[in-house]
């Protein structure tokens, strides 16, 4: 970990090896634009092609689909995990059925009724990373805002690298309602759901974490479908003021650590010797982690701790971060709250550790990395929410306000919008 | 005009030809990730070169900003037509103050404090399209609702062909207290507002429309930047059953085709005599159109009447459409409205012509085109605000999620998880 007193250059220095971090390269776009081209153009057979040649898996042998009852097989044989599962699925439900917008309607002063109407979403694609990064907290945490908001059908791509998977991943399915579940990964899984094909269902929206070529795949198609957001590695960072001791704080940094070796991992506080405390206890607790290679690289490559005179200091450090999880491990988190511009998740408080909030204390764990808080939200049931305008014209709107769309229609040239209302404005005068 | 009687084929047919209407090649693609990334990687200078290329103006002689004298020439000389757009600037944040979202906070069994708190964007960077097709309107929809959202600052980019610009599209841009205009077009622009130049500054978020080369650069600076949404052609469908006089049901229909080539015009009805009578009257109205040849154009391509047995089959038409703008000229509007699935604005009514919502009820005019309406939504000020999930985590709520959570890390193999929590766990027990 690199320790930065903070001072303007060093800020500035910072934001610009930031902001670069997570951007996709050219030739990873080529690549997968490619493969989407060819899912579109080829379909199943393209699937089969990248799957055989990406994951060691011959589709034509396992079928495309895994079957209802390879689903309850995982289900039956995770019985003892079923009631986490379950606690889980439900305290996600609670939290976001908090909140959901609703229809509005107005009546202005000529009666015309205006307003904005919501309406679901009705095919989602949820993509579950495979292999060894297989969660089942992933498969309920983008699967059931959806079931809240609504959605008719949820198909999950599911890659299976030489036919393995996760049967807490399954397991988790059947609980979130998941329709359909198919033995596909990376980007062609991504285009297989925007596109349609013989085989998988075209969505209208697609979601779910993945590795940079997901991340580029879902930038890709964006547009033909709705996105959640393109994902990049992971981070976190911690405002301490010292009420919670250097080795809980050790312990919540290596925590996202051991996410990625690139993820993001940031202390920021206005004492060194705390600061200090905190390096030794990360060195002390890494020997021990499953992890440990991981952890100690992203340690390495994006670890920080920032020194600061003060808190609004650490705001300006966070806002500049737009951190995916923000701890405030201060003494009155709540009235620091007002600083903070741009995060996904903030957890208040001594007791709110990070890993509460990835499983169960019910907001979503899928949210903006790589400053991309700045402009994203939390994954919550909106993204499966759209909305439309409604506008009831009344005789007297149309008169009062005809006269006017005619003479800016006619500034922009556009003679027939004008005939439009001429012709309406005719009529109700009849 | 084709005339499709609607039956199972007929809709299937109709629904892969327009899935397919506006996918943008894979050489477009291309074509633009090079602009954008030689625009990431020569800054300023790319942005002269192609604006030389594509626009024959030299900004070396020009400046890239335009100057605020400028801007306040343009103002004075449009002095008649500033009450218009003060008063469209008027109904459209009347419009968008409504139904802003909110921050809300619960407590669970546990005393943990759970919530969601909103926040806008900083900098957003707003295109207009410049030339022949330069709409003041288009500024202020774009711009009016990221002030309701308390946007910090807007930059906007407008191609100027030769150097020609748009008086109107300066003095919206004045009234709607746009913070620079930069005189530049295409997907340069928007690689330059997405990554930021010497001159152009980084924005976090991009809205207004363009044409496809601004649409693809827009796709692919997705993720980096947030999106309104990927704009293709315009349409309309009108649903009638006769209670408006074909010739301004004709009107509505041409005053959409005019817009483009490639838009969308689609009449549905039961009555067969009725199409005729409108087919008829666009025949004669064509005539006399300024923007006739565009008009003829769209109505030959993308023109459809589909005659349905009944109103619930006239939904099912509309629904597969999914249509950016939908006109209910039947008579009981409001009680057909739960069938809608999916259109980003509905008008209702005899008096509801669409001219009326692109210039002046309020709502927003950008919409989303092409069948997107399935995902996504009517421009509105919630596109510059995000939300943030707030966990205030009680000493109760710790040890009684705690334990779970690290049951479900340890399942997922993430045992620096499990270990954080495990951590405070000890601490909360002190």
């Known amino acids: 970990m690199k320790i930065v007193k903070v001072d303007a250059a060093g800020i500035r220095d910072f934001k610009e090896k930031w902001k670069k971090r997570q951007l996709i390269s050219k030739e990873i776009l080529k690549k997968v634009l490619n493969i989407i081209f060819d899912v579109q153009e080829r379909g199943d057979e393209a699937l089969k ?4 040649r990406f994951d060691q898996l011959d589709l034509n042998i396992t079928g495309m689909e895994i079957s209802q009852d390879e689903v309850e097989k995982a289900y039956t044989e995770s019985k003892e995990f079923i009631p986490i599962l379950e606690t889980v699925a439900q305290r996600i439900a609670f939290f976001h059925k908090h909140g959901l917008p609703q229809n509005w309607f107005f009546t202005d002063d000529y009666g015309n009724i205006l307003g904005q109407r919501i309406t679901p979403i009705e095919y989602l694609g949820v993509y579950c990373p495979g292999g ?3 969660y089942p907290s992933t498969v309920l945490m983008n699967t059931i805002p959806a079931q809240v908001a609504g959605v008719k059908e949820i198909i999950m791509c599911v890659p299976t690298p030489k036919g393995e998977i996760s049967k807490l991943v399954l397991a988790a399915a059947k609980i979130a309602g998941v329709n359909k579940i198919f033995r596909l990964g990376g980007a062609q899984a991504i285009a297989a759901m925007a596109y349609g094909t013989e085989t998988i269902p075209k969505v209208d929206f697609i979601c779910g974490p993945g590795n940079i ?6 930038k890709l198609v964006f547009g033909e479908v709705g996105i959640d957001m393109v994902a990049g590695p992971s981070e976190i960072a911690i405002i301490a003021d010292g009420i919670v001791s250097p080795d809980r704080v050790a312990a919540d940094l290596l925590s996202q650590a051991e996410h990625d070796e690139m993820a993001g991992v940031f202390l ?3 004492s060194e010797n705390y600061a200090h405390s905190v390096l030794k206890e990360i060195k002390k607790q890494l020997s021990s982690l499953t992890r440990k ?12 701790i ?42 208040l408080g001594q007791h709110a550790v990070e890993a509460l909030g990835d499983y169960i204390a019910g907001p979503n764990h899928t949210l903006p990395t ?9 994954l919550s049931s909106e993204h499966f929410l759209k909305r439309s305008s409604i506008l009831f014209i009344s005789r007297e709107g149309l008169l009062a306000l005809g006269p006017k769309a005619i003479k800016f229609a006619q500034a922009e040239g556009l003679t ?7 012709k309406r404005l005719e009529e109700s005068k009849d």
Chains 1, 2 share one sequence.
Request: hydrophobic content about 50%; aromatic content about 10%.
């Open 268 to 270: 920021i506080t206005s």
């Open 293 to 304: 290679a991981i952890a100690s690289e992203a340690m390495e490559r994006q670890g920080y």
């Open 49 to 52: 092609d990248y799957t055989l």
């Open 370 to 378: 790589g400053g991309t808080a700045r402009f994203s939200s939390v």
């Open 213 to 218: 070529y997901v991340a580029a795949a879902k």
């Open 416 to 422: 027939a919008h004008a005939i439009s209302v001429k």
């Open 306 to 347: 920032f020194i600061v005179p003060d808190l609004n200091t650490a705001a300006q450090v966070v806002n500049t971060i737009a951190p995916e999880h923000l701890e405030l491990l201060i003494a009155e988190p709540f009235s620091f709250l007002d600083k903070v511009k741009h995060s996904g998740a903030i957890f």
């Open 132 to 134: 060894k990064a297989a």
